[in-house]
């Protein structure tokens, strides 16, 4: 398993998911600057969290512009698998490899903390042979996680099954109307959603910061086993 980790100016949790899927997961995992158009024949391709050119213009606007990007495209338009977290969901969708847009959060305050996502669909590679239900707790860091789309596009990642994960809360319980659980108001309380062919999938939330029980704090390593799912498929 070869795992290329898309590093641009700002990005900062690059760190975390080489350690995940290189030191926890024994993949062959690499970083790839943003300037560069060489993937190194991986099998896939992470955007990670961060703060890439600052977040001027708006998230992801001008990272989408950089020269690894065409690589990217070309890479999951032959169906390779691609992973957006956190910064790297909002880069996907304004390259329109994801449907949707991420907004400011209800509030207008950024928000560190612990939420709770429910595996809503297996039909991306993220959750492809998880058993639907099941519950992550891992942190979220951002301004900008409100996830929209209108309403046909809203129905049409709905009746696809796109939508990957949803803010829920300790039970699994989805309650789309209330900030406790819907932390950052996102339309249908959306946490990650995946392209129509399931090869593409973005989420805001960071699992790769709860795979291990000595640092996950309340999320233990529940956010461990999609990313050893990935490995073994």
Same mark, same amino acid.
């Given at each position: 398993?070869?795992?290329?980790?898309?590093?641009?100016?700002?990005?900062?949790?690059?760190?975390?998911?080489?350690?995940?899927?290189?030191?926890?997961?024994?993949?062959?995992?690499?970083?790839?600057?943003?300037?560069?158009?060489?993937?190194?024949?991986?099998?896939?391709?992470?955007?990670?969290?961060?703060?890439?050119?600052?977040?001027?213009?708006?998230?992801?606007?001008?990272?989408?512009?950089?020269?690894?990007?065409?690589?990217? *495209?070309?890479?999951?338009?032959?169906?390779?698998?691609?992973?957006?977290?956190?910064?790297?969901?909002?880069?996907?969708?304004?390259?329109?490899?994801?449907?949707?847009?991420?907004?400011?959060?209800?509030?207008?305050?950024?928000?560190?903390?612990?939420?709770?996502?429910?595996?809503?669909?297996?039909?991306?590679?993220?959750?492809?042979?998880?058993?639907?239900?099941?519950?992550?707790?891992?942190?979220?860091?951002?301004?900008?996680?409100?996830?929209?789309?209108?309403?046909?596009?809203?129905?049409?990642?709905?009746?696809?099954?796109?939508?990957?994960? *949803?803010?829920?809360?300790?039970?699994?319980?989805?309650?789309?109307?209330?900030?406790?659980?819907?932390?950052?108001?996102?339309?249908?309380?959306?946490?990650?959603?995946?392209?129509?062919?399931?090869?593409?999938?973005?989420?805001?939330?960071?699992?790769?910061?709860?795979?291990?029980?000595?640092?996950?704090?309340?999320?233990?390593?529940?956010?461990?086993?999609?990313?050893?799912?990935?490995?073994?498929?």
């Amino acid at each position: 398993m070869r795992v290329a980790v898309v590093v641009f100016p700002g990005t900062n949790c690059d760190q975390d998911v080489l350690h995940v899927f290189g030191g926890l997961l024994g993949a062959e995992v690499f970083p790839v600057w943003h300037r560069d158009r060489d993937l190194k024949r991986a099998d896939l391709v992470v955007l990670p969290g961060g703060f890439s050119y600052g977040d001027y213009l708006r998230t992801g606007a001008l990272a989408k512009l950089s020269p690894v990007m065409d690589s990217v *495209r070309e890479f999951a338009g032959k169906g390779g698998r691609v992973l957006g977290i956190c910064n790297g969901f909002q880069i996907l969708c304004e390259a329109g490899l994801l449907p949707g847009a991420l907004l400011e959060n209800v509030g207008r305050r950024f928000l560190s903390q612990f939420v709770r996502i429910r595996v809503e669909s297996t039909v991306g590679f993220f959750t492809a042979g998880r058993e639907g239900g099941g519950v992550i707790t891992c942190p979220i860091a951002h301004f900008q996680g409100n996830y929209f789309a209108d309403e046909e596009t809203l129905k049409e990642i709905e009746d696809n099954r796109q939508v990957v994960f *949803r803010y829920c809360d300790p039970h699994g319980v989805v309650e789309a109307g209330t900030l406790e659980c819907n932390v950052n108001g996102s339309r249908n309380a959306i946490a990650g959603v995946s392209n129509r062919a399931g090869n593409v999938v973005g989420l805001m939330p960071h699992p790769e910061r709860a795979v291990e029980a000595v640092i996950g704090y309340v999320g233990g390593e529940s956010g461990l086993e999609p990313f050893r799912a990935v490995c073994k498929s």
